[in-house]
């Protein structure tokens, strides 16, 4: 298994376009999680599957923001209608969750660093 | 709404010197993670601590977990320059999501 793994690592897109990046969690993780990360600051969650259900999504996740992992395996982050205040580092993370307890310890990928002209 | 604070943000010190940072919150985390992050790549997990007054040590780092659960510090000894990097410190949500909240993060640079 070779860990997380996000495609592309870089966009670069004009202002008002649609972008979609991909996750491929590690293979055994039930939960995945996005994040994102600007300059300076640490990840912010976004939103986050268990399986395939979307279970959470933050107030920073406004309507323009949607995310998929239809068959609880690889997950879609798209951005419509981009605008530049969304450049940013988007980062996704996996983990196996258990009821029972447990850290819940999330690996993430190299992310992909989106620049909105 | 739970909050991390970490510190000091900025760090630049001599190799061989030690170093230690903090984060601070007035929540309860279920457990605190540790990673460190390279310029365009996602953080690395170091180490997860999960019980209160938890000590664990990486090499030269050493992590605690405060007995409230509520506060983490790392400290490096004799620090070398391949640590340099970002620091990045996250307590994993007391919600059933295990989302995680992160610290602002502690750039260290180590000089020769």
């Known amino acids: 298994d070779t860990g997380v793994s996000q495609d592309p690592r870089h966009k670069i897109t004009k202002r008002g376009q649609n972008v979609t990046f991909r996750c491929d969690p590690i293979s055994e993780h039930n939960r995945l999680y996005w994040y994102r990360q600007t300059l300076g600051q640490g990840p912010e969650f976004l939103t986050y599957?268990?399986?395939?259900?979307?279970?959470?999504k933050s107030r920073l996740l406004s309507d323009r923001f949607s995310a998929e992992r239809p068959k609880g395996s690889f997950s879609t982050l798209e951005i419509q209608r981009t605008e530049q205040g969304d450049s940013a580092m988007y980062l996704c993370?996996?983990?196996?969750?258990?009821?029972?307890?447990?850290?819940?310890?999330?690996?993430f990928g190299p992310g992909t660093r989106l620049t909105v002209l | 709404t739970q909050l991390l604070e970490q510190s000091p943000q900025f760090l630049s010190i001599q190799e061989g010197e030690n170093l230690t940072v903090y984060c601070n919150s007035s929540s309860v985390f279920s457990s605190l993670q540790w990673y460190r992050q390279e310029p365009g790549e996602g953080p690395v997990l170091l180490v997860t601590?999960?019980?209160?007054?938890e000590v664990k040590k990486l090499k030269r780092l050493t992590f605690q977990f405060g007995d409230a659960r509520k506060d983490s510090s790392l400290h490096i000894t004799a620090a070398q320059t391949g640590d340099t990097g970002l620091y990045l410190c996250?307590?994993?949500?007391?919600?059933?999501?295990?989302?995680?909240?992160f610290g602002q993060g502690t750039t260290l640079q180590v000089k020769p």
């Open positions: 601590v999960v019980t209160g007054g």
């Open positions: 996250a307590g994993v949500s007391s919600s059933n999501t295990g989302k995680l909240i």
């Open positions: 599957f268990q399986n395939e259900a979307q279970l959470e």
């Open positions: 993370a996996s983990s196996f969750f258990w009821t029972s307890g447990g850290a819940n310890e999330q690996f």
